[in-house]
């Protein structure tokens, strides 16, 4: 039996559970992942194998399809693809998300494959309790999603020949998550299946069982086997179960929707066991996704631009127009260059016109409750105390943020120093935000990064600036070893307020007489980059349980939730 997946690197660790569970039902199985930002120097896998995108689609409409799309759709437009290319090599493929686990014995669902050709899974297979005029139910979770979940399917070559030709055809370019137009992703497209195609719904309730069709398979524990409406778990399909907070069973799973696990309960067991697994398989050592493939170049592609890219491609496929440039196969400039000339009345980050004087052009993400952000507004405030002439560019100043942070300090002008108060990881992208004008003189980037290697995937950052500037020594010796560039520490500057928060201690229920010790961290950063382990290590090695001291951990990120 075979089983499919498609990725990114940052959920390998999902993928490596997925596979050694399946292994564990079938030895004789076997397992691939298709990984989006595989490169060829990656280190192989010992429980799968991993194609590279180029081994499954052309160099080019690989790079067409990662620029028009994010990652969620990029990662469902290759399902067709990757089905007719395993195909090639066995008779019935499965695929599966790579957020599965199997706990039973899979291969009735091969032998239905090699029997009817297409295997499909209705979101639901019951109708849900709706009271007249009451609150949503399931049914109005899934309609926008689509009848089906393609979380799995099951083609084999007895499937009508012209099946995956016609999925992969579609999801080409209208793969797309709008589901006001009628779109999600793979899915709603599969609705059209049953006129089609001939096929098999498999409506077995321990089936790819997930959060929108538990409530009504009930999941319990007999004999040590995982059950789902008194019928043996094959495989759960953890959709959107963060394992760092497992009770909340998936941000898919809105609170409008009040299905939750009760604590203690064989499914609350069910999903905080699959969370461990994947914390053992190296969750917290890999980056947070990004919202698209950037591979080599870099550059964060916004969801406009992704759009008209897409736009512009379907003109000129029609005849009417050039294709337009792509990042990956022509470059980064000339695909910025043209989604500049494209752009219709979107901001950009433009100087008034006029001289060069001397001073300081600050860039930042002025208005982001965050840390970069927290660094740009001390540098704007120091700049301001030394007397410095200066410019203030917000890159978030149109973005829609939560938890918006005040910034009222806007200043124009065009100096002839910018600052990029923006990490490694987003220099380019703000670099390419920025008008020539802020461009051509002395680039400094501030940049931050807390563990002792600094990722060779930032190499790219170093030219956009002329030098680097950093908060400590130890973030000198890391950036330092990546780049020829000058990198300097810099102190940050220190803002005493005149009155701290006298209400902050009470809403903490914290003694006035109390020391306090408080840390920030970011559940959408790198985990070892925070290192919340070493706070609280370095904390009780420092204080002892009865010197009247405490420490606060301030945690955000993750939709703060």
């Keep these: 039996m075979v089983v499919v997946t498609a990725c990114t690197r940052n959920y390998l660790p999902r993928v490596r559970v997925l596979a050694r569970s399946f292994l564990e039902h079938v030895p004789e199985g076997r397992v691939t992942a298709l990984v989006l930002d595989a490169l060829a120097g990656d280190p192989p896998e010992p429980l799968f194998d991993v194609l590279l995108p180029e081994q499954v689609i052309s160099a080019q409409e690989f790079a067409r399809m990662a620029t028009a799309y994010d990652l969620v759709e990029l990662a469902t437009a290759v399902k067709p693809a990757l089905l007719m290319h395993m ?15 199997f706990h039973g014995d899979p291969r009735f669902l091969d032998d239905l494959a090699r029997g009817h050709g297409i295997i499909l899974t209705p979101h639901l ?3 849900p309790a709706r009271r007249r005029g009451g609150g949503p139910g399931g049914e109005d979770v899934v309609l926008p999603a689509g009848v089906f979940n393609l979380g799995y ?3 084999s070559r007895a499937a009508d020949p012209r099946f995956l030709t016609w999925w992969n055809d579609r999801l080409a370019r209208d793969c797309l998550n709008d589901t006001a137009s009628a779109r999600f992703v793979d899915q709603r497209w599969i609705d059209l299946v049953p006129g089609y195609f001939a096929h098999h719904i498999e409506r077995h309730p321990g089936v790819n069982i997930a959060w929108w069709n538990m409530p009504d398979r009930p999941v319990s524990r007999q004999d040590g086997r995982w059950m789902a409406a008194g019928q043996p778990i094959v495989f759960l399909h953890a959709s959107g179960v963060d394992v760092h907070a497992p009770r909340g069973l998936s941000r898919h799973h809105s609170d409008e929707h009040a299905f939750q696990p009760q604590p203690h309960s064989p499914l609350a067991e069910l999903i905080a066991d699959y969370a461990a697994d994947v914390v053992a398989a190296g969750h917290d050592s890999l980056p947070p996704p990004e919202p698209g493939l950037r591979r080599a ?18 003109r000129h496929e029609r005849g009417n127009g050039p294709e337009p440039p792509n990042p990956f196969t022509d470059g980064v400039d000339p695909f910025t260059r043209w989604a500049d000339a494209s752009r219709a009345g979107e901001a950009t980050l433009v100087p008034p016109r006029g001289p060069r004087a001397r001073g300081v052009n600050l860039v930042g993400h002025f208005s982001a409750p965050s840390g970069v952000g927290m660094a740009a507004r001390l540098i704007a405030q120091a700049l301001e105390a030394a007397g410095v002439p200066h410019s203030t560019y917000d890159l978030d100043r149109d973005a829609t943020i939560r938890h918006r942070v005040p910034w009222n300090d806007v200043r124009p002008g065009l100096f002839d120093s910018t600052v990029l108060c923006v990490n490694a990881d987003g220099a380019l992208n703000a670099n390419h935000r920025l008008h020539p004008d802020l461009r051509s003189c002395t680039r400094v980037g501030i940049w931050w990064w807390e563990t002792e290697n600094f990722p060779d995937r930032f190499d790219d950052a170093f030219s956009v600036v ?7 020594e130890f973030t000198r010796r890391a950036i330092a070893a990546r780049s020829d560039r000058p990198v300097r520490v810099i102190p940050m500057p220190v803002v005493v307020t005149p009155q701290p928060d006298p209400g902050i201690r009470a809403r903490l229920d914290i003694d006035d007489r109390a020391f306090m010790v408080a840390a920030v961290i970011s559940l959408d950063s790198v985990f070892e980059r925070k290192n919340p382990i070493g706070v609280i290590d370095a904390y009780r090695g420092a204080f002892a349980p009865d010197e009247g001291c405490v420490l606060v951990l301030k945690v955000t990120g993750h939709d703060d939730g």
Excluded: N
């Excluded at 090639?88 to 493929?93: H, P, R, T």
């Excluded at 916004?302 to 008209?308: A, L, V, Y």
């Excluded at 002329?466 to 400590?472: C, I, M, P, Y």
């Design 87 to 101: 195909l090639g090599e066995a008779d019935a493929v499965h695929f599966v998300d790579p957020d599965v686990r």
């Design 125 to 127: 297979t019951h109708p």
């Design 153 to 155: 399917i099951g083609v």
């Design 297 to 314: 170049t870099g550059l964060h592609i916004t969801p406009d631009e992704r759009r008209r890219y897409r736009a512009a491609l379907l």
């Design 466 to 472: 002329d030098e680097v500037w950093t908060g400590s």
